[in-house]
């Protein structure tokens, strides 16, 4: 069954609010996260780490836990997964090729970053915090924006 308008437009509430609660999870410098009139998604303002940079991981956790905040909340595969997925790839073969030198290599590593995000996304006050971000794009008419110093104590509780 294919969602109504209004159903996606929730579910990329929930994805986009994933990827920004991890982002501030993490440390990241989030500026702001902004639904475009055109619902292309969100932008997130960061910077891709450095190939030594410990941060790696929580990056590619932080890249794919948006499309695993979609899921928790529909129950299905997120319809906006495959974007995520080219953009882990992409920063796996530049700064971890390793993890991605064969389709069995690949298939694992995605499985155990999607695991990871899993957890993250599964604790109580990180969750409460997805919910609040989707809920405050949700109710504001795009173009919308959330403003990263705002919730950035919402997340700083839950470490």
């Known amino acids: 069954m294919i969602p109504d308008f209004e159903s996606k437009i929730e579910a990329l509430c929930y994805h986009e609010a994933g990827h920004f609660v991890l982002c501030l999870l993490f440390g990241f410098n989030v500026k702001r996260v902004v639904l475009s009139a055109e619902m292309t998604g969100v ?3 960061y910077s891709l780490p450095n190939s030594d940079d410990s941060s790696v991981g929580d990056y590619i956790t932080m890249s794919i836990g948006g499309g695993i ?12 997964m495959d974007e995520d997925r080219r953009q882990v790839l992409y920063v796996a073969r530049h700064l971890r090729p390793h993890l991605v030198a064969t389709i069995e290599d690949w298939r694992a590593s995605l499985l155990t970053w999607k695991d990871e995000a899993r957890r993250e996304l ?3 006050q990180v969750w409460a915090a997805v919910e609040y971000v989707a809920q405050q794009l ?22």
Do not use: C, M, R, Y
């Not at 899921?71 to 997120?78: Q, V």
């Not at 949700?138 to 470490?159: Q, Y």
């Open 122 to 124: 599964s604790k109580t």
């Open 69 to 80: 905040a979609e899921e928790i909340f529909t129950g299905d595969e997120s319809l906006a």
């Open 138 to 159: 949700g109710e504001i008419e795009p173009p919308s924006e959330i403003v990263g110093s705002d919730l950035s104590g919402l997340v700083e509780s839950t470490n």
């Open 43 to 45: 932008e997130h303002d």
